[in-house]
């Protein structure tokens, strides 16, 4: 089994439902992020968490919101999906500050 | 504004040759990551330097963190099409409670 899981792998939704990406890690570790990647801007912060009941806002965290439910789990939702959030999502996770990050395989949303 | 640059933005040529990427800042970094990134999975720590001037090697992939701390490159010998994908850069400000700072990449394709 992968050390970071995403599911689902590929999604299309339609603009205003709401959308989970469910991520879960084996690794044991404290911190999990949230990433988006679109071609040109690299990848970009959404949200991130240090421990189950540390959240934090990223550089881009308008339009969704998470949960963390337990060390291994770190779900991000958006309430009211629109086309300008379709995007390659990605979930990562670290052991402590300025450690690698180990990502999972990705979750590529569109919406329509 | 991008606190991390990455030069090139794309880079194409053929099996053999050598080339170098750059990752450059103003500022100062407790640490630097380089990733590589294949289509349709998530990045892959390739290696921390955390030493200004530190050189580390993996087979063909030669990494230098500057002096400064303020900047990185990486340098691919004998390029083979294997090493095809898209490199990036990450930055740890050591600043508690941040993330690592991610440059937007090089896309690098290597041609037999």
């Known amino acids: 089994d992968a050390d970071v899981t995403q599911t689902p792998r590929n999604r299309i939704t339609k603009t205003g439902k709401r959308i989970m990406l469910e991520c879960s890690q084996t690794?044991?570790?404290?911190?999990m992020y949230w990433y988006r990647q679109d071609p040109g801007l690299g990848l970009r912060l959404i949200y991130y968490?240090?421990?189950?009941?540390?959240?934090n806002k990223g550089e881009i965290s308008d339009g969704y919101s998470v949960s963390r439910q337990a060390q291994a789990k770190f779900s991000l939702s958006l309430e009211s999906a629109i086309p300008n959030q379709t995007a390659l999502y990605f979930c990562?996770?670290?052991?402590?500050?300025?450690?690698?990050?180990?990502f999972g395989s990705g979750t590529r949303l569109t919406v329509v | 504004t991008q606190l991390l640059e990455q030069s090139p933005q794309f880079l194409s040529i053929q099996e053999g040759e050598n080339l170098t990427v750059y990752c450059n800042s103003s500022?100062?970094?407790?640490?630097l990551q380089w990733y590589r990134q294949e289509p349709g999975e998530g990045p892959v720590l390739l290696v921390t330097?955390?030493?200004?001037?530190e050189v580390k090697k993996l087979k063909r992939l030669t990494f230098q963190f500057g002096d400064a701390r303020k900047d990185s490159s990486l340098h691919i010998t004998a390029a083979q099409p294997g090493d095809t994908g898209l490199y990036l850069c990450?930055?740890?400000?050591?600043?508690?409670?941040?993330?690592?700072?991610f440059g937007k990449g090089t896309t690098l394709s290597v041609s037999s």
């Open positions: 990562a996770t670290s052991e402590r500050q300025g450690y690698g990050y180990t």
């Open positions: 990450a930055g740890d400000l050591n600043q508690a409670g941040t993330a690592l700072i």
């Open positions: 968490s240090f421990d189950v009941k540390d959240i």
């Open positions: 690794k044991g570790h404290d911190r």
């Open positions: 500022s100062v970094f407790s640490s």
């Open positions: 330097v955390v030493t200004g001037g």
